[in-house]
């Protein structure tokens, strides 16, 4: 067992069409825990910012585009491989391919509003938690 933490995002398509309820049961129903949690508005510079890693990629604008179109909900998910957990809650980045029962199967609408993101490995998710959360905001018992 390897206890872990993970950034979660509910993106703007999810929040617009009020998801972030359902969102948050699968979450916990696959085993995490929200010990941080804020709604908030993304300006570009701050999306370009957190997604600078895919500045050179074709979609990188879309990307920023989509993440200021409305409020974001911003979580600091905990347990047991955290990562990988929710990576497998989420399912695939195009809704298209996920699994049924995913999150992107269930309220996903295309490859670019797929309602969630979350962290690729431990390494990438300590610096994306940071990005949002200073260590007061994060609430374990």
Do not use: W
Not at 11 to 39: C, F, H, W, Y
Not at 122 to 139: L, V, W, Y
């Amino acid at each position: 067992m390897s206890i872990q933490r993970t950034l979660s995002i509910i993106k703007p398509d999810a929040t617009r069409r009020s998801l972030v309820g359902k969102i948050n049961a699968k979450i916990e129903d696959a085993g995490l825990v929200i010990i941080a949690q804020k709604m908030l508005r993304l300006t570009k510079e701050q999306a370009k910012a957190f997604y600078k890693i895919h500045e050179e990629r074709s979609f990188y604008e879309d990307l920023c585009s989509n993440m200021v179109k409305g409020p974001i909900v911003v979580q600091v998910l905990e347990g047991d491989n955290a990562v990988k957990v929710y990576r497998d809650t989420m399912g695939a980045t195009n809704p298209a391919n996920a699994e049924p029962g995913t999150i992107r199967h269930e309220f996903g609408e295309s490859i670019d509003l797929n309602s969630v993101h979350g962290s690729d490995a431990p390494e990438t998710a300590a610096q994306e938690i940071a990005f949002f959360f200073s260590q007061i905001e994060i609430c374990r018992e």
